[in-house]
T-cell receptor, first 111, second 113 residues
C-alpha cells in the first residue's frame, strides 16, 4: 500500500524564522509531489508542486525533492502567524491522477 | 473566476436517510475528484472521473456510496442509506488531467445522527 508519512506536529516556530516541513513516501514510482495548506475548517489549498529533483522556489516557499531518498520538503521563509495551518503532502505516479495524502503537519507561528 | 462549487455546505440527517452531495467543477477542468476527510483517517480519495468517466472508485467504502458525472459541469455523490460513521467533510476537487494536483471546493460537512 502506498504511503505518505508526515510528522503530525505541531511544529512551532517564531515569526520570521524558517519553517521546515518534511514528507516521505513509500512508492518509488511516484512522479509528482504537491503541498497543500489547510486552515482549520477550510478546504485544502494547493501552494506548491514539484516534479524534478532539486529545489523549486515560489516567493517565501521552497519545495525540495530527493527521489533517491523518497523525501520531499517544504521550506517557508520569514514565517508569519498567518502561515499557521496544517500542511498536507500529496504524491502521485506518472500517468495516474490519484493523489495519496499524508495526514499533515500542523504549523504554529508565534508572534 | 469561480472555483469549485459544492452544495450543500452543511447537511444533518438521520441514519437511514439518503444524502446527495453536489459539485460543480472549475470550467475547463476535465478531472473531478471526491474526497472524504475525518480526524481518524485524514483525507481519502473516494472516486475520480476523467472526461465524465469514472476511472478509479476503489476508495468508495461500500455499495451504499455511488457517484455520477452526467456532464462536464456537474457531479453527485450519493449515500443511501446513510450511517453515523459516514459523518465527515466531503470535498470535491477538479483539475486538468495533464497537471495533476487539484483545486478543492469548500466542502460539505455531513453529520448523520
Amino acid at each position: 500500500q502506498k504511503e505518505v508519512e508526515q510528522n503530525s506536529g505541531p511544529l512551532s516556530v517564531p515569526e520570521g524564522a524558517i519553517a521546515s516541513l518534511n514528507c516521505t513516501y513509500s512508492d518509488r514510482g511516484s512522479q509528482s509531489f504537491f503541498w497543500y495548506r489547510q486552515y482549520s475548517g477550510k478546504s485544502p489549498e494547493l501552494i506548491m508542486f514539484i516534479y524534478s529533483n532539486g529545489d523549486k522556489e515560489d516567493g517565501r516557499f521552497t519545495a525540495q525533492l530527493n527521489k533517491a531518498s523518497q523525501y520531499v520538503s517544504l521550506l517557508i521563509r520569514d514565517s508569519q502567524p498567518s502561515d499557521s495551518a496544517t500542511y498536507l503532502c500529496a504524491v502521485n505516479e506518472e500517468g495516474f491522477q490519484k493523489l495519496v495524502f499524508g495526514t499533515g503537519t500542523r504549523l504554529l507561528v508565534s508572534p | 473566476d469561480a472555483g469549485v462549487i459544492q452544495s450543500p455546505r452543511h447537511e444533518v440527517t438521520e441514519m437511514g436517510q439518503e444524502v446527495t452531495l453536489r459539485c460543480k467543477p472549475i470550467s475547463g477542468h476535465n478531472s473531478l475528484f471526491w474526497y472524504r476527510q475525518t480526524m481518524m483517517r485524514g483525507l481519502e480519495l473516494l472516486i475520480y472521473f476523467n472526461n465524465n468517466v469514472p476511472i478509479d472508485d476503489s476508495g468508495m467504502p461500500e455499495d451504499r456510496f455511488s457517484a455520477k458525472m452526467p456532464n462536464a459541469s456537474f457531479s453527485t455523490l450519493k449515500i443511501q442509506p446513510s450511517e453515523p460513521r459516514d459523518s465527515a467533510v466531503y470535498f470535491c476537487a477538479s483539475s486538468l488531467a495533464t497537471s495533476g494536483g487539484g483545486y478543492f471546493g469548500p466542502g460539505t460537512r455531513l453529520t448523520v445522527l
